[in-house]
């Protein structure tokens, strides 16, 4: 499991908090708290302890810190810290920036369980690998799409010779109509007209 630990606070003050394994991770939490940029400015950190990294992003004076391990990358994690102050904030709102220590703890611990095991256990949690995978998707479409009409320019072509080969025996057919009904027609006429023998009187 990628993510093992998350927490949101408020400058050093933890609002809520949740943990996938028996480890430390709340104290060396606290200690990073302590240690991010003064001054309330957003920022976007992290820090190396032993194989786990503390990611942190502080926005608008609320923090959402998570450790993880150190093959997750930054991606995920800081996609998951994305969506926990995101909900948080949406969830609590103004609340959050006067609230005492742990108030938040109960409802929103649930919160951070769920989201910790979405991003550690969903591919689709990872946005670059999802659209990776809508875009070999796309690609494979398309690839089809166009064999079909390549297949279907072969028939047309074959079409096409048909077509073409069937205008030449219309062409044939009309001249040997035509010589048929012309040998048809002087055959008549030499059948109808037949010259009269003259008659000779003898008297």
């Not at 976007?44 to 502080?58: E, G, N």
Request: charged letters at 25%.
């Amino acid at each position: 499991m990628p993510i093992l630990y998350a927490v949101v606070a408020r400058g050093a003050t933890v609002l809520a908090e949740h943990s996938a394994a028996a480890t430390n991770a709340g104290a060396v939490a606290r200690q990073v708290l302590e240690r991010l940029p003064g001054g309330g400015a957003d920022s976007h950190v992290s820090y190396t302890q032993d194989r786990y990294v503390f990611h942190a992003k502080r926005t608008d004076g609320i923090t959402a810190l998570c450790m993880a391990d150190d093959a997750a990358g930054r991606r995920i994690p800081f996609a998951f810290l994305e969506d926990i102050h995101g909900k948080f904030v949406k969830t609590y709102g103004r609340a959050a920036l006067t609230a005492l220590a742990y108030a938040m703890n109960d409802e929103f611990s649930r919160v951070l369980s769920q989201q910790m095991d979405y991003y550690s256990n969903d591919p689709s949690a990872d946005q670059i690998n999802r659209m990776r995978g809508e875009i070999s998707q796309v690609r494979s479409v398309m690839i089809d799409n166009i064999d079909k009409v390549l297949e279907r320019g072969d028939r047309l072509d074959l079409l096409v010779d048909k077509t073409t080969t069937m205008q030449g025996n219309t062409v044939r057919f009309k001249r040997q109509a035509r010589r048929y009904r012309s040998t048809t027609w002087w055959r008549n006429v030499k059948l109808t007209y037949q010259p009269s023998t003259p008659t000779i009187n003898f008297s």
